[in-house]
């Protein structure tokens, strides 16, 4: 069965440093999205993608995050300058387009630890 | 905006026996997805249910939507330890996100 990949599945940065995640959404979904979850806390929101420009976004993705479909299978979530509070799990999911089918599937996460 | 609200926080059962959780959301919604989330790790879509649904089964799960109450629950029958997770709702109001409750922790005894 198709699934969502996400690498690393673990990354350890310092502050300041940049990171980037890397996603494989399932082949044939057309939405992209990006989730955080800090430790013991609700599942968050970051940002859509869709026909390579941002959807919509929440308060959190200010500018020192970025995403990117460098070509056709990646979708990457940049931070620029991480900090302590960026420390999560990170989820990429992806949805299939249409009417009829509006489930998001999800990767298996990449820990972000921030020293 | 705040949606799905998970309730109880936690469970605990034996195995064999059905577990129960519902969730509560604020808004008028599309859909509402299920998910689960084992210690640490990613998570699974267990089922969706459409806004104009008021039941559906998958397996051992059954989920129910109460528009008017803006409410849904999930059933587990016959639970099993590999059942002890992490079960959270998400809403959908658009095409561009979910939006998550805390979760109900359950934890199935052998």
């Known amino acids: 069965e198709p699934e969502v990949t996400q690498t690393p599945s673990h990354q350890v940065t310092q502050m300041g440093q940049e990171v980037i995640l890397r996603c494989v959404p399932i082949s044939n979904h057309l939405y992209f999205y990006w989730y955080r979850q800090i430790l013991g806390q609700k599942v968050e929101f970051l940002v859509s993608?869709?026909?390579?420009?941002?959807?919509?976004k929440s308060e959190i993705f200010d500018d020192q995050f970025s995403v990117e479909r460098p070509d056709g299978s990646n979708f990457t979530l940049k931070i620029r300058s991480t900090k302590l509070e960026d420390s999560a799990m990170y989820f990429c999911?992806?949805?299939?387009?249409?009417?009829?089918?509006?489930?998001?599937?999800f990767g298996p996460g990449t820990r972000l630890t921030v020293t | 905006s705040q949606q799905g609200e998970e309730d109880p926080q936690a469970l605990s059962i034996q195995e064999g026996e059905n577990a129960t959780m519902n969730c509560s959301y604020k808004?008028?919604?599309?859909?509402l997805q299920w998910y689960r989330q084992n210690s640490g790790r990613g998570l699974v879509h267990l089922i969706l249910?459409?806004?104009?649904?008021r039941e559906k089964h998958s397996g051992r799960l059954r989920v129910t939507l109460d528009t008017s109450k803006k409410s849904s629950s999930l059933l587990i029958t016959a639970s099993r330890a590999a059942d002890t997770a992490s079960y959270f709702c998400?809403?959908?109001?658009?095409?561009?996100?979910?939006?998550f409750g805390a979760g109900t922790t359950v934890t199935v005894r052998a």
């Open positions: 993608f869709y026909n390579n420009e941002i959807s919509e």
């Open positions: 999911a992806s949805r299939v387009t249409g009417l009829s089918s509006y489930e998001q599937y």
């Open positions: 249910i459409r806004s104009n649904e």
């Open positions: 998400a809403t959908d109001e658009d095409d561009y996100k979910l939006s």
């Open positions: 808004t008028s919604i599309n859909n």
